[in-house]
């Protein structure tokens, strides 16, 4: 069994070699050709408040089969000076079931994660796309906005955030990219972005239907657990849905609660990898209102994961112990 420290992980994947993978694996299981299994996700309770749980599933296009085990402790960051998010993947052989890999999968969620809002924006954004907005500042958001501005040629970035002193980290993804960063309201992000990408913790809706104007692609990447919501339903209602993973967005996505209200049914929202295989449209005018549902599944983890073993394996960074 091969071991990828946690510690050696960003070196040898970069966000790039994330999006294919990620790209590939939501194709797969718009086909038929990978599944995931029922995810497991249980509040720990205590004074860590904690969120741990399971998602695992099956590729048999990819041949990854495995799991992903860990969670969110809100409390890391500020009494242990370590990110919130922690997991670790592990990965079998499906001939046999026997353990292949343990890969450390915190960087690996957040590089998944930004992978799958940045393959949302490749098919389903406007091609002229200029101003990204941002909905949260927190560790995962850097990640989604280096991702993004790889697949439009953006021009400025724009952010709000609960806490405005987070916002320098968004403010020096743009200063790497040569772009000018500037701190909005929701009505600003809501009109003046071309692009927008949520990605914070809430429970309670952020972005109102009514301060979004037409054309714009939103990626709701934040929303992974029941009662979770960053946009109002009736958001959900104007714009054309798309998600992951159909089963898991009107569970534990943003559409549970337009799907709850009866403002959308589970048919009103499309696989992504539909667009992908070229089975489904996608967008199909300018003034159309896209969003993508990203609730994160178990086969991203995986698809990730087998190409940072690869990647390991060829740079000689990867651990051999008995299985």
Not at 2 to 11: K, N, Y
Not at 235 to 261: K, N, P, W
């Amino acid at each position: 069994m091969l071991i990828v420290p946690e510690s050696a992980c960003p070196d040898l994947l970069s966000l790039d070699d994330a999006f294919e993978p990620v790209e590939q694996v939501f194709a797969a299981m718009a086909r038929g050709d990978a599944e995931n299994f029922p995810v497991v996700r249980e509040a720990l309770g205590g004074a860590e408040e904690a969120l741990y749980g399971f998602k695992g599933g099956y590729d048999r296009a990819g041949g990854s089969l495995g799991l992903k085990a860990g969670g969110y402790w809100p409390h890391n960051l500020e009494r242990r000076n370590i990110i919130n998010h922690q997991s670790t993947v592990f990965l079998f052989d499906p001939d046999t079931g026997r353990p292949t890999a343990m890969i450390g999968g915190t960087y690996l969620t957040a590089a998944r994660t930004a992978a799958s809002s940045a393959v949302s924006i490749k098919h389903l954004s406007r091609p002229d796309s200029k101003v990204i907005g941002m909905i949260g500042a927190g560790h995962q958001a850097a990640f989604q906005l280096r991702a993004a501005l790889r697949q439009r040629r953006f021009e400025r970035v724009i952010g709000w955030n609960f806490h405005p002193e987070m916002l320098p980290r968004l403010a020096e993804v743009a200063k790497e990219a040569g772009l000018p960063f500037e701190e909005v309201t929701l009505d600003q992000i809501g009109h003046q972005a071309d692009v927008i990408i949520s990605i914070t913790s809430s429970f309670d809706p952020i972005l109102k239907a009514a301060q979004v104007g037409p054309g714009v692609h939103i990626a709701c990447m934040g929303t992974d657990t029941k009662g979770k919501q960053e946009v109002e339903a009736e958001l959900l209602a104007r714009a054309t849905v798309f998600t992951d993973e159909v089963a898991q967005s009107v569970t534990i996505g943003e559409a549970q609660h337009a799907i709850a209200r009866g403002l959308i049914k589970e048919t009103d929202i499309t696989p992504i990898g539909a667009v992908i295989n070229g089975d489904h449209k996608g967008r199909t005018s300018a003034e159309q209102i896209t969003l993508f549902d990203g609730t994160g599944v178990g086969l991203q983890d995986l698809a990730v994961a087998k190409k940072v073993v690869e990647l390991a394996k060829a740079a000689g960074k990867a651990i051999e112990v008995e299985a």
